[in-house]
């Protein structure tokens, strides 16, 4: 039963990378494997260490850091997103694009997509589930989810030649910040 929980929290938590994924591969031309590779193992281990992160620090540091764990996934995203737009819109040749070579917009599009991560960390001592194999597990999760939204955007990107991918992708990225910061706020998380 461990197991089946594991996955099915590790799924859960892996579907912002996947879409983030999604429209990072959309508005890039020109990645090699390595990217694709580098960018998955990225996002992969920043969620896997953000659990573990949320493993140690308890539920007294998470009340705090709940608090404004969807207003800091809504900046990252909305900033990165908003950039990404701006360019769109600047340049009519569809060259904007995210960098997935700067190590930093990919560690930010990673936290931005792990934050619950640590929230779901604080929780697993609570149910008695391993942390050093679910930190595995949603490793494995997110890098597979990831590299398959990279493929999954390259595909779309070519097909879709004449779509303005990075305005698309910057309203994608934005759109995922209002979503997580609407839930928290709805929710009243």
């Known amino acids: 039963m461990e197991i089946i929980s594991i996955l099915l929290i590790s799924v859960g938590l892996s579907m912002d ?28 281990f920043v969620q896997a260490i953000c659990i573990v992160v949320g493993w140690l620090a308890g539920s007294s540091l998470t009340k705090m850091f709940q608090q404004y764990d969807h207003w800091i996934a809504f900046a990252l995203l909305t900033i990165i997103g908003g950039k990404m737009l701006i360019d769109g819109i600047r340049k009519r040749d569809n060259t904007a694009e995210i960098n997935m070579n700067n190590f930093f917009v990919v560690v930010g599009l990673g936290i931005a997509t792990s934050i619950d991560a640590v929230v779901v960390g604080v929780s697993l001592p609570f149910a008695g589930i391993n942390i050093w194999l679910t930190a595995l597990i949603v490793f494995f999760t997110t890098f597979t989810l990831s590299y398959l939204g990279l493929i999954s955007g390259n595909f779309l990107r070519k097909k879709f030649k004449r779509l303005p991918v990075e305005i698309i992708g910057g309203l994608f990225l934005i759109g995922i910040g209002i979503k997580v910061l609407l839930e928290h706020l709805i929710n009243g998380c």
Do not use: D, H
């Not at 994924?21 to 996002?43: G, V």
């Open 17 to 44: 990378s996947l879409a983030i994924s999604i429209a990072t591969a959309c508005s890039c031309e020109n990645k090699t494997k390595f990217t694709n590779l580098r960018f998955a193992l990225i996002l992969a």
